[in-house]
Every structure is written in C-alpha cells, then in structure tokens.
C-alpha cells in the first residue's frame, strides 16, 4: 500500500521491532520516517533490502504521515502524540503517554479486538504494557469459552522494560561487576546484574507499587479481570515472564484450561524439557504457556507464562495501527 508510516523511537529497542513487524506485515507500506532523538548514534535503520536515514523527531513532517507509531519515552510521546493529532495524522501510542486516558482505546488486537470500532474523540490508540499484555492474553481465551474467576500473577520484567538504555547499563553491570569494578547506576538506582527488583515502581501507601497498579488497571480495562500483579525486576537482557494463578470455578479443570489455551493457539509445551524461557522465545510472536498444574488446594491453577515483551507489543501495535488506515484487511489480502 502506498502509505507512509513514522515510527517514532525507531532506533531503540522497541522501536526497532516495530520496524520489522511493519517490514513483515501483509500491508507493508510504501515507506517507513524513522525518528529518534538527535543524540541517537544510529544514522540508518534497515526496511528491506534498504538503509532509511533517521529523521530528527523534533523536527519531523509528521502532517505528511498516515500513520505514526509512537515508541519512544514517556515524556517525548506525550509530545509527539499532541503533535500528530493537531496535524490530524492517526497515532498508536507504546510509549505510555496515553495510557491512563480513559477516552483512549487500550487495545492488543487479540484480546480486544472490539476497541478497534469502539468510538473515540482523536484517532489515537494505546497499547498497554508488557505485563498486562502478557496476563491478557492468557485470560481472554477463557473468558471466550465461559471462565469466570479472579487470578494472580507475579512478573518477571527485564531490563528491555526501561528500553535500550535499561539493556546497555546491565551488560555494563555485569562487565562491571566480574571485573571488581563500579558498576553503572543511572538506569537501576541499586543495581540489577546478579540481583532482583522486588519493587518496580513507586511504593504507594497500599504497598503496591504504581507499576503494579497500572498494570491491574490495564487488564481490568482489556478483560473486565481483577487480577492482582507483582512486578519484579530479573536480570535478563530481553523478555517477560509470569506464574499465573487461576481460580477454578465449578465446571473448569486443568484439562480444561489446557484445551482452551491451545485451540485458542497459545504455544502450550509439552513436558519439562520444552518448558519456554525469555531467552528461547526472543522474537516470537506468541505467548508461550508451560508448567500447568493444579494448586495443592484444588481450588485453582497455576501455569508458567513466557513471552518477548518488545515483539508482542510491536505485534499488537502494527495490528492496532492497521485498523486506523483506510480501507480493509481484505484489501491486503487481495493484493497478495
């Protein structure tokens, strides 16, 4: 299709992903405006067999884009996203900006595929964090086939949570750390190399962190689930991870849970020896489901969730950015 899409953030982590997502979608457009920062150092991203050159996203044409994906910082998408709807140019927001904006859709494709059609004042949409993005997924396909219960989820989030920046002070922490130096503390005030973050976040007067609460905030909007959710900060370069518990009402069983999970086409392991792990999984598309068994109380299950939390947000966010474009998916079809 002759469209041109910006993706803001181009040269980070996520926005790197969003790229190739694009790259590979049915509905490619004609061209990509990479934007980043004027401090980036990488001049050139790759779209196909080409090198696009890196527009300085302060002062992007964004009135001549049909599309901007948004996967920046929080604070430099607040401004960008302003930008875009004064131009009147749709927008998919991943920077966190718009997602406490009740008047903006939150949407993964998959789980909420109504929000598409809902009505909105701008055309803007969110997507919502790795973690409820993650724990969504895993309950919209029972809630489909009639589950009805609470659940608990506790998070691995990794460094790829704070971006590319997030990445880069970890390897230097763990550099740092095996030669008996000074590890670097811009990005993880008290470390993360060889350590955990029990709380990621702000402790609010609840004991929860405001991480934590948005990321229950999002799935109760995506689902209509309450579903408490411990975020925790692991040591890994990429990925996301979760134990969910499931209560089990009269009628479901881990037999169940098992079937619905995979005619629903959650990659579910078969046996200990495939369980899924972050680093396994880094540039797959699904949500990878292992270690499903019933709680020693009986009263519900709990299963292993591993996903790449950068590809499934580009994923859902080139699905949701798809819907804001003229004309339909069986156009894409067709041309194919």
């Given amino acids: 299709m002759a469209w041109v899409v910006g993706v803001a953030g181009a040269t980070g982590a996520l926005g790197g992903k969003v790229l190739a997502v694009l790259d590979a979608a049915p509905w490619r457009p004609s ?17 196909g067999d080409a090198q696009v ?22 604070a430099v998408g607040r401004d ?20 406490e904006d009740l008047a903006v859709p939150l949407v993964v494709p998959w789980v909420n595929a ?44 990794s460094a790829s ?9 970890l390897s230097k922490g763990v550099v740092a750390l095996f030669n008996a130096g000074t590890p670097p503390r811009k990005v993880f005030e008290q470390g993360l190399a060889f350590d955990l973050i029990p709380a990621v976040g702000a402790v609010g007067g609840t004991g929860w962190t405001s991480s934590e ?30 134990t969910l518990w499931l209560e089990l009402p009269r009628g479901w069983d ?34 990878h489901v292992g270690r499903l068994r019933a709680s020693v109380a009986g009263d519900g ?16 966010a080139v699905g949701a950015g798809r819907a804001l474009l003229p004309g339909t998916p069986e156009d894409d079809d067709a041309e194919d």
């Fill in 31 to 47: 061209t990509v405006v990479p934007l980043a920062s004027p401090g980036t150092h990488v001049p050139f991203v790759s779209w």
């Fill in 53 to 74: 050159a890196v527009d300085d996203a302060r002062h992007a044409d964004v009135a001549a884009m049909d599309l901007l994906i948004v996967a920046t910082p929080e």
């Fill in 80 to 99: 960008l996203v302003a930008r875009a709807v004064a131009a009147e140019v749709p927008v998919v927001d991943l920077s966190g900006s718009q997602r």
């Fill in 114 to 157: 109504d929000a598409l059609d809902a009505p909105r004042p701008r055309e803007v949409l969110a997507v919502p964090g790795a973690a409820a993005t993650l724990i969504a997924s895993a309950l919209a396909p029972l809630l489909a086939a009639g589950w009805k219960g609470t659940a608990r989820a506790d998070v691995l989030v």
């Fill in 161 to 169: 949570a704070w971006g590319r920046e997030g990445i880069e002070e």
């Fill in 213 to 242: 609460a948005l990321a229950m905030a999002e799935i109760a909007r995506l689902c209509g689930v309450r579903c408490d959710v411990t975020l925790v900060g692991a040591p890994l370069f990429q990925g996301i991870a979760a």
């Fill in 254 to 287: 881990v037999e169940r849970v098992d079937a619905t999970w995979k005619a629903a086409g959650l990659a579910v392991a078969e046996g200990a020896r495939k369980l899924p792990r972050p680093r396994r999984v880094d540039g797959s598309a699904e949500v």
């Fill in 301 to 316: 299950a709990l299963a292993w969730l591993v996903a790449d939390n950068t590809h499934l947000a580009a994923v859902a």
